[in-house]
Nanobody, 118 residues
Framework: QVQLVESGGGLVQPGGSLKLSCVDS????????MGWYRQAQGKQRELVAS???????TYADSVKDRFTISRDNAKRTVYLQMNNLKPEDTAVYYC????????????WGQGTQVTVSS
């Protein structure tokens, strides 16, 4: 059973930084596109950033130039460096391993809370 374990969330003041980590239990980690979603209270889950198996990245417009997604295949870990955090970044952040094919399965972590408040 695939397991994704996130860490690094917490409470931070506006303008501060946090770095989220997500460790994949599977040795096939390097094969997959990985991403981070977030869900704020009362809102739909949205894709924040993704990184391909060759390192190609995508970002939501709302986080461009503030967030950086990266991966370390040797450690089976994907990261989300979040800088210049804003109150509207407050949400539960989820790591996702995207399925390879239409018939495959995407896997999700349990989520980590990020709260930006003074």
């Amino acid at each position: 059973q695939v397991q994704l374990v996130e860490s690094g969330g917490g409470l931070v003041q506006p303008g501060g930084s946090l770095k989220l980590s997500c460790v994949d239990s599977e040795m096939t980690f390097a094969t997959y596109v990985m991403g981070w979603y977030r869900q704020a209270q009362g809102k739909q889950r949205e894709l924040v950033a993704s990184i391909g198996n060759r390192g190609t990245t995508t970002y939501a417009d709302s986080v461009k130039d503030r967030f950086t997604i990266s991966r370390d295949n040797a450690k089976r870990t994907v990261y989300l460096q979040m800088n210049n955090l804003k109150p509207e970044d407050t949400a539960v952040y989820y790591c996702v391993r995207f399925k390879l094919t239409d018939s495959g399965t995407s896997y999700w972590g349990q989520g980590t809370q990020v709260t930006v408040s003074s």
